[in-house]
């Protein structure tokens, strides 16, 4: 599961609306747990640089680099990511799975037309790799 403050959420929610028709991204930080409840503390927006932001997202690896060393300054951990989906799916696509990198962090969506807010675990055991559906309580 991932506790997402309703604060958070929203932000990201607006950024979305306000990003259409890319895709937005960005870094999630706070408290990581790989098996049990994750808290998010802050969000960090990064700059989509995919080569096509309306189905795909990326982010420029040294902007990560810079977002990871801000979590580490503040003593957070990487939760995970979000992203956008201006058009659905309320859910992983395939290209997310493809690209899927970070074992047991949290991937959540903002779907804006179905509007939805969920997030994935992605589970990589070089056998089975996948995303499971977790639970979002907003504090």
Known sequence: MIVLPT?????IVERAREGRPDEICGV?????DPDG?????SQYPAANVADRPRTRYRIDPEEQLAIFERLEDRDEEIVGFYHSHPRG????????????TWPDRSYVIVSLEPFEVGSWRWRADGIDDRFERERVPIE
Do not use: C, F, H
């Open 37 to 41: 409840r994750s808290r998010v503390r």
């Open 89 to 100: 799916p309320p859910r992983p696509s395939a290209t997310d799975e493809a690209r899927a």
């Open 28 to 32: 999630l930080g706070g408290e990581y």
């Open 7 to 11: 604060a958070i959420r929203d932000a």
